[in-house]
């Protein structure tokens, strides 16, 4: 009867469901992963699978522990956000504060280049050209280890780091730089005094999502970092991350092995829901001070 | 014996190309007076206050001709510009406290000029609170956010974070535009006191604010200064028609 009234319901319950889609996306991929992983923890309990030293899925018997991957995975990534994340802030103050005009410009859209590159391309370069250059610079047996693949994962996270960042600076109200200059603060005093402890919420959401992009990163890992499935000593030993893990090995892995994958995929999902829902909390947490 | 703290000569401000923000000022501010500035919208108030403390470098098209004279010393090079803004405080028209606790906005500057002593801040602070007249509504809650103030007391403490960097001269620049009449009259009072001390320039939409706290007054008009005078005269027998005209509302 009420065109109106109609169209206002079909419209409101359209964007419902659109908006639910997504929701039942992530609790179906929950499911799925639980039910498969969980299968697995039916034959290998959790503490021997977090802890066994010794990731040999083919052999017999197959042993799964997977510390090493996931010392592999926290190595590289670690690796990665102690390069990254000065290199973000600083690029990201620099971006915000200081530079002006078309430096600016440059700088934003060169950063925004950075995130157009397809993984597999970094990945590639990294293995054969970056590999050659790391195994000459330090002189090591292979080019492929944690630090060359933390070198480029830094590279990916760097766009995200300083675009989420640059945002939270210059989202800090000018009143706040203007009072502080007013009162005779140095640019470098309003900057370091003011402008960075108004934005730190913001700045840290920034770092947790860097950080959750490293470790989610996939291909560039499998290509760079050896694939090497034990403790490494060093950050300069091959190492095979839990990522890379999944990708290489889903091909030809059946049975037991298959739902070990899956029960890896549950460890990563956890990681980086945690690492998320950091970000998240600091974003929206209320400045107390 | 009236000294002289700012002179101003031949100043011409401008942020585009042929057209004037000023033009051809000149004027003198005399110690421990409240100069009153006047004028409708756009007539170069809050231009000219923020070339006295240099904060018009921030605006990257800003260019000027002219002198500006602190004490005797040209601001622009003669004076350091982050020692100028410390010697020339200023009161902005939005309260504008940093997000951090009321003890800490006061403490800021300061710090910023190399006082650690706490025992030192504490003074300073108390000191400046008092003379703000806000010290008796905050003394309690000192570590609270001075965003939690209200606007009128976030306004005071501004004054109280002016005064903590000891300056010679306060410029205030419509510092009651957002605030109650109670608001407004304890931040007149807190001026009417200041001014023993320091000199004030107050830049304000309210004429009648003007007529009440200022020693002299100058009516701006399109980036010129129409008239200076005496605050009584020029609200009582302006010489020029444009300043009568505007101060009994005919145009504005």
């Known amino acids: ?71 592999g995975s926290l190595i590289v990534t670690g690796g990665a956000v102690l390069l990254a994340v000065p ?8 971006i915000a504060e200081v530079a002006k005009g078309s430096l600016k410009e440059f700088l934003k859209s060169g950063v925004e280049l950075i995130q157009a590159i397809p993984s597999v391309v970094l990945g590639f370069l990294g293995a054969k050209v970056l590999g050659a250059y790391v195994m000459d610079w330090f002189g090591l047996d292979t080019g492929l ?16 780091i300083i675009s989420v960042m640059e945002d939270a600076v210059t989202a800090v109200p000018h009143r706040y730089r203007e009072s502080a200059i007013a009162m005779g603060a140095t640019r470098w005093q309003t900057i370091y005094r003011v402008v960075l402890p108004a934005a730190a919420s913001g700045m840290a959401a920034a770092i947790m999502l860097g950080i959750g992009r490293a470790i989610g990163e996939t291909m560039v890992v499998a290509m760079a970092s050896g694939n090497a499935a034990i403790i490494p000593k060093s950050i300069f030993d091959p190492v095979k991350t839990l990522t890379a893990t999944i990708a290489t090995e889903m091909g030809e892995a059946t049975g037991t092995h298959a739902l070990a994958l899956f029960a890896i995929a549950i460890v990563l999902f956890a990681i980086t829901l945690l690492v998320n829902v950091t970000a998240d909390f600091l974003i929206h947490r209320k400045r107390v001070k | 014996m009236v000294e002289t703290r700012i002179v101003i000569k031949n100043l011409t401000v401008s942020f585009e190309e042929d057209s004037y923000c000023l033009k051809d000022v000149n004027l003198s501010i005399l110690t421990n007076e409240i100069l009153g500035i006047i004028g409708p919208a756009g007539s170069g108030k809050t231009t000219f206050l923020r070339t006295l403390n240099r904060l018009n470098d921030l605006y990257p098209d800003f260019k000027m001709e002219g002198q500006v004279l602190l004490d005797g010393k040209d601001v622009y090079c003669g004076w350091n510009k982050n020692k100028l803004r410390k010697n020339v405080g200023m009161v902005f028209a939005m309260p504008n406290p940093l997000p951090m606790s009321i003890y800490d906005n006061i403490a800021y500057g ?143």
């Open chain 1, 87 to 94: 290199l973000g802030v600083c690029g990201a103050i620099f």
């Open chain 1, 1 to 71: 009867m009420d065109y109106k009234a109609v169209k206002e319901f079909v419209v409101e319950k359209a964007i419902l469901v659109c908006g639910l889609v997504s929701i039942i996306g992530v609790i179906l991929i929950f499911f799925f992963l639980l039910r498969e992983g969980g299968s697995f923890f039916l034959k290998v309990p959790l503490s021997e699978f977090l802890t066994g030293k010794n990731w040999y899925p083919t052999s017999t018997p197959p042993q799964f522990g997977i510390l090493p991957l996931l010392l």
């Open chain 1, 145 to 160: 280890t944690a630090f060359t693949a933390s070198l480029l994962l830094a590279f990916m996270a760097l766009p995200t």
């Open chain 2, 110 to 252: 300061p710090r910023m000029a190399g006082i650690k002593k706490r025992k030192k801040l504490d003074e300073l602070v108390e000191e400046s609170l008092h003379s703000a007249y806000l010290f008796d509504e905050v003394k309690d809650r000192l570590d609270k956010p001075a965003l939690k103030l209200s606007g009128g007391q976030q306004q005071r403490l501004c004054i109280a974070r002016t005064l903590a960097v000891e300056p010679e001269v306060i410029l205030f620049d419509e510092p009651c535009s957002g605030l109650d009449p109670i608001s407004t009259a304890k931040i007149e009072e807190a001026m009417a006191k200041l001014k023993e001390e320091y000199t004030l320039v107050l830049v304000t939409n309210n004429t009648k604010q003007a007529a009440r706290v200022c020693d002299r007054t100058a009516f701006f008009l399109m980036g010129e200064l129409v008239e200076l005078d005496d605050t009584d005269t020029i609200f009582t027998v302006p010489k020029d028609k444009r300043t009568e005209d505007y101060i009994t509302g005919r145009f504005g």
